[in-house]
């Protein structure tokens, strides 16, 4: 007898449940669409416990007749699409017909609406999957859905939960995502009792980002508006210097929808590149408006990946919109201000350089620089590859290779089995040695690296890489010692967080703490840092520090370990900390820094993964230049070699 079975449609609307709905924010995005879709003015979230004791979304919009409420619970019913062709050109945020049926599936739900016009309305409810009866009720035109006991059903699922805050974080999110879409609409958010978004109808979406990630950044933005053939195109891009260390802040609407597209997250990064370092990311708000058949939007059970027709071309627009204004736009000081100094930076092996010498005319000779390279940078035509000439470390052999090596172009991504080694290998040892009395003979070359001779061969060190590998063993040796002296600032340093972020700082006070960073909240969407570690006072902006901290939490979920919090923030301190690539050493800073470099030795890689020196061996260089024939030829004269 056979072993297949029909599943029951409840089984059914469960599984598919757990495709859309992941926890209570994935429950308030899909009320939120349909509270946009049936045209409200007004929407209210209620949220208790997080989400998981209630999740009720109220709006003024088009409301539901009797009879068609116990349809809209009911699995692929939907009043949105009729035919397949609709399928094709899909107007609303909703189609699928299935979030009430999931929701319900999994939770105790209410669903009370009135059409405009009409009565009291009626209710009806859903408990696990289970109808209940329809019954008259006394509401205003509009729809509620209150939503209690998320996974009741599904007990695993429903441990799988974070805290309260957490799940607020991502409710916000998920509002956001709506909210900045739909200006012309209110939202409202209250978490038990309390209102934690209250945002009326706004005639600019920078009002929107103000609202939820603070004000500095909202009135920063640069507009950018181009008509293109495949479709509109309007956004609000951040000046260079407002990069962060993930991608979150790069949001991307498609006809009011938030999508993740690959290709014009790379167009935006892309536009960017040059302008920021490489491993920031910028931060934009790009609204694309194109035909509803150009799109498909029935690819992702939760339609965050789209299809785009024009795909390509739209990432051309979207590439050459940014970088046409950029070039008109003075982001040149703020630039200045990502690239600069910190200020007073007052560490022995890295003063500050520009007290030392012409002062004012080296910064402002600099920001000149600044902008005649991006000017230059802007006006070149995009380049399609990653391709540039540089050394590469080769970390995956030792082996040599061929002899033109060092001048080929090699790709970003795959490094070839190099000439250059990763230092200190083991047999390597004493090139530390080497450059501790190496004394003048090092050098600062393209402001970015220290090049030494050692007994066998030539070093090359990252300046900045080996500075931040410097302050993040001081650092840690210290912390060894005892929470790290902390220095209260004289103003605060204000950082403009969201629901999310506050909740991370503040499950993590006692980390910081250690650290040496107090802190506490300043209105409802900054805080005020009011203290900072003594060691690194006047060398890395708190406000940078923190930011880099969350931006990497907000990358890396629910994973971390306080242990992995403590150390990142050791990291993120030193690399605003450090000299940068481009700041121009003294010669005795030079020689400061290098004679540090035993404190990078166990690893020979910045905190971030990166390698802090290279050494190019002697007998490497002299295979390189064919004057190795010593050891293959040694009956030849030593003073030339045989084919010179
Ligand atoms: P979909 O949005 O994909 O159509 P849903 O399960 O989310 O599927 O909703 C089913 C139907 O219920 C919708 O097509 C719509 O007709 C109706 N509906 C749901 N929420 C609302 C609301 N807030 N106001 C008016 N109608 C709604
Ligand atoms: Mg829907």
Redesign the pocket.
């Given at each position: 007898m056979g072993v297949i079975r029909k599943l029951d449609p409840h089984l059914v609307n469960q599984i598919a449940a757990g495709e859309v709905i992941e926890r209570p924010a994935s429950v308030v995005k899909?009320?939120l669409?349909?509270?946009i879709?049936?045209q409200?003015a007004h929407i209210d979230v209620a949220i208790e416990d997080g989400g998981k004791k209630l999740i009720r979304v109220q709006?003024d919009?088009?409301?539901?007749a009797a009879d068609?409420l116990a349809l809209?619970v009911a699995s692929h019913?939907?009043?949105?699409l009729t035919s397949s062709d609709d399928l094709e050109r899909i107007a609303?945020?909703?189609?699928?017909?299935?979030?009430?049926?999931s929701v319900g599936s999994v939770s105790q739900m209410v669903v009370t609406?009135c059409r405009a016009g009409e009565v009291g309305g009626h209710s009806i409810s859903i408990d696990g999957g289970r109808l209940g009866d329809l019954r008259a009720a006394g509401a205003a035109p509009?729809?509620t859905?209150e939503v209690r006991n998320l996974f009741h059903t599904i007990p695993a699922r429903r441990k799988f939960l974070k805290t309260e805050a957490t799940e607020l974080g991502h409710i916000v999110d998920a509002m956001a995502r709506v909210a900045l879409a739909y200006p012309q609409v209110a939202f409202r958010l209250t978490h038990n009792g309390r209102t934690v978004h209250n945002l009326p109808r706004a005639e600019d979406i920078r009002e929107r980002v103000s609202a939820f990630f603070g004000r500095q950044l909202a009135d920063q933005l640069i507009e950018i508006r181009s008509d293109t053939p495949v479709g509109g195109l309007w956004g609000l891009a951040a000046p260079p210097s407002e990069s962060r260390a993930s991608t979150r802040m790069q949001y991307l609407f498609v006809n009011g929808r938030y999508v993740r597209d690959r290709s014009l997250l790379h167009a935006i990064r892309e536009a960017y590149r040059g302008l920021i370092e490489s491993n920031r990311q910028p931060v934009v708000f790009l609204y694309l408006t194109v035909p509803a058949n150009d799109i498909d939007v029935n690819v992702h059970p939760t339609k965050i990946e789209v299809r785009l027709r024009s795909g390509q071309q739209l990432y051309r627009e979207v590439l050459a919109a940014l970088r046409q204004r950029f070039l008109t736009a003075d982001l040149a000081p703020r630039i200045e201000d990502g690239l600069a100094l910190p200020a007073g930076r007052t560490a022995d092996n890295a003063p500050p350089h520009a007290e030392s010498g012409a002062g004012d005319t080296d910064a402002q000779a600099r920001e000149m620089r600044i902008r005649q390279s991006m000017a230059d940078f802007l006006r070149a035509p995009p380049s399609s590859s990653q391709q540039r000439l540089s050394f590469k470390r080769g970390d995956r052999g030792t082996g040599p290779s061929g002899p033109r090596e060092f001048a080929s172009p090699v790709a970003d991504t795959e490094p070839p089995p190099g000439d250059l080694q990763t230092a200190p290998s083991p047999q390597r040892a004493p090139v530390a040695q080497g450059v501790e009395d190496a004394g003048p003979r090092a050098v600062q070359l393209h402001n970015t690296y220290l090049v030494a001779e050692t007994d066998d061969g030539i070093l090359i060190v990252d300046q900045h890489a080996l500075h931040e590998r410097v302050i993040y063993e001081e650092l840690r040796s210290r912390l060894g010692a005892g929470p790290l002296e902390s220095q209260r600032l004289l103003i605060p340093a204000v950082l403009d967080v969201t629901q999310r972020e506050r909740a991370f700082l503040e499950e993590h006070g006692e980390q910081l703490a250690r650290l040496g960073v107090e802190f506490e909240p300043f209105g409802t969407a900054s805080i005020g840092i009011q203290a900072f570690p003594m060691m690194l006072t006047g060398r890395a902006q708190p406000e940078r520090v923190l930011r880099d901290l969350l931006d990497w939490a907000a990358e890396n979920g629910g994973k971390l370990t306080v242990d992995d919090v403590l150390d990142e923030l050791l990291h993120r301190m030193a690399c605003r900390a450090a000299v940068k690539a481009g700041d121009v050493l003294t010669a005795e800073e030079v020689q400061s820094l290098l004679a540090k470099r035993h404190m990078a030795e166990q690893t020979a890689t910045c905190p971030h993964g990166r390698p802090t020196s290279l050494v190019l061996p002697r007998d490497e260089i002299e295979r390189q230049f064919h004057r190795d024939y010593r050891t293959t030829r040694p009956e030849d004269d030593d003073t030339l070699p045989p084919d010179a």
């Open positions: 899909e009320l669409e349909n509270a879709d049936a409200a709006d919009g088009l409301g539901m068609d809209a019913a939907t009043s949105k609303t945020l909703g189609f699928r017909g299935e979030a009430l049926a609406s509009g729809t859905v």
